[in-house]
């Protein structure tokens, strides 16, 4: 096999490392740098990254993620996803209210086993050191803790606020969108108020502790 | 038919759900997460660039093409799930004290996925019904991008590569679901 290359690096434009906070999700992790190549977004100077954005995305993504073929493999996905979400009652509002009440072992068996199944995968893809289908490395960052005085401000501060809604709503991103496939319109007053809620978020985002 | 119509036992959900996580690593190298796509779709706007702010300024269609068709996916499954392969009508088979709770709470239609006396369109005209689905839909939309991700991308993904930060974050969503659950319900609707 050949030598793996690195599949993400941060993608402002210069090459240099983004403030640590802007790291959050599961990122392939960064080696040497990669052969620069024209910077083909409007990308802001920093934080542009959060979700992973590799340097020669556009170009990746349409050889890979973005082809018909692969769209239609993340779209089967999905749909066994929202239909597993709906036959085993996640998407009810009053199981996640049953949840928080701890009167019923059922949201957390699937919670439970979910993340032994995937730690166990993450594992075996880890020892094995298993590539993806195009031979890539996979390997994940780990999250930063941020820069804030408190450690992990972000994810208290996020995680908290995140939990309310969640409670409120019943529904968390991925429910809320097999709630709305499944005909319970009023999500989509719903989904409007989360793209709000994110708007909010990104206009406020300089001024949140992270 | 009761057996098409039977919901699955938690072992059987979870390890599928969980199995999504090396599906998504080995097929196309993607964290499995959802929020991220409420990002995408502000990015994805027909807004002028300058008056995004930064954090909306990037390559979504080359980012978030492969989330969103993977959201608009869990799209078609609850329609299959919901419309084909569930009854309705029929109330949730939830415990006893639970049912019990709620009625306390003067919610006693327990059909469907959803509390009709609260999470509906003429819910929607009373004060209790817009906080619960537009404040609800607010915060979690502002919560999980501070905290980086949501139910699948900090407690299944990130618990699963062993993150504390989603550890954090995960306990942070119960500190708020519990606070709802026993504080701020029993206040609007006691």
Same mark, same amino acid.
């Given at each position: ?23 959050d ?37 349409l ?28 998407i ?8 928080f ?12 086993s ?47 606020t ?49 | ?23 998504l ?46 959201? /608009? &996916? ?6 299959? =799930?919901? *419309?084909?392969?569930?009854?309705? !009508?029929?109330?949730? @088979? +939830? #415990? ?12 006693t ?21 817009a906080?619960?689905? /537009? &404040? ?6 502002? =919560?999980? *991008?501070?905290?980086?991700?949501? !139910?699948?991308?900090? @407690? +299944? #993904?990130?618990?699963a ?30």
């Amino acid at each position: 096999m050949q030598t793996p290359t690195p599949l993400y690096r941060q993608a402002d434009a210069d090459g240099a490392a983004p403030p640590a906070d802007c790291v959050d999700t599961p990122q392939v992790a960064v080696a040497e740098p990669l052969a620069p190549s024209a910077p083909h977004v409007d990308l802001p100077p920093e934080c542009a990254d959060v979700e992973q954005v590799p340097e020669d995305l556009r170009d990746r993504a349409l050889a890979e993620g973005n082809a018909p073929l692969a769209l239609a493999v993340y779209g089967l996905l999905g749909a066994g996803l929202g239909l597993v979400f709906t036959k085993s009652q996640v998407i009810s509002w009053f199981r996640i209210y049953e949840m928080f009440r701890f009167e019923s072992f059922h949201m957390y068996g699937i919670i439970g086993s979910a993340v032994a199944t995937a730690a166990l995968s993450v594992w075996v893809i880890q020892k094995l050191k298993l590539t993806t289908v195009h031979g890539e490395p996979i390997e994940l960052a780990p999250k930063a803790w941020g820069d804030s005085r408190v450690p992990g401000a972000r994810y208290w501060m996020g995680g908290i606020t995140f939990g309310l809604g969640w409670a409120l709503l019943g529904a968390c991103p991925g429910p809320l969108v097999a709630l709305l496939g499944g005909g319970v319109s009023v999500m989509a007053a719903a989904l409007v108020a989360a793209l709000g809620g994110t708007w909010t978020y990104a206009l406020l985002r300089d001024r949140l502790p992270h | 038919m009761p057996v098409v119509q039977d919901p699955w036992p938690w072992y059987v959900a979870g390890p599928l759900i969980g199995l999504l996580v090396p599906a998504l690593l080995v097929f196309g190298g993607k964290a499995f997460g959802l929020s991220a796509n409420l990002r995408h779709a502000c990015a994805a706007l027909p807004v002028p660039e300058r008056s995004k702010p930064g954090f909306l300024r990037y390559d979504w269609r080359s980012a978030g093409t492969w989330n969103l068709v993977f959201a /608009l &996916g869990i799209a078609v499954g609850g329609f299959v =799930g919901i *419309r084909l392969l569930s009854d309705p !009508t029929a109330p949730l @088979a +939830i #415990s006893a004290s639970t049912v019990a709770a709620l009625a306390d709470l003067g919610v006693t239609d327990l059909a469907g996925f959803v509390p009709a006396q609260l999470v509906s369109w003429a819910a929607l005209a009373t004060p209790v019904g817009a906080l619960m689905v /537009l &404040g609800g839909g607010f915060l979690v939309g502002f =919560g999980a *991008r501070w905290a980086g991700g949501c !139910t699948s991308g900090h @407690a +299944i #993904s990130g618990l699963a590569a062993l993150q504390i930060p989603s550890l954090v974050a995960v306990v942070g969503f119960f500190v708020g679901g519990l606070a709802v659950t026993h504080l701020v319900l029993p206040l609007l609707l006691g």
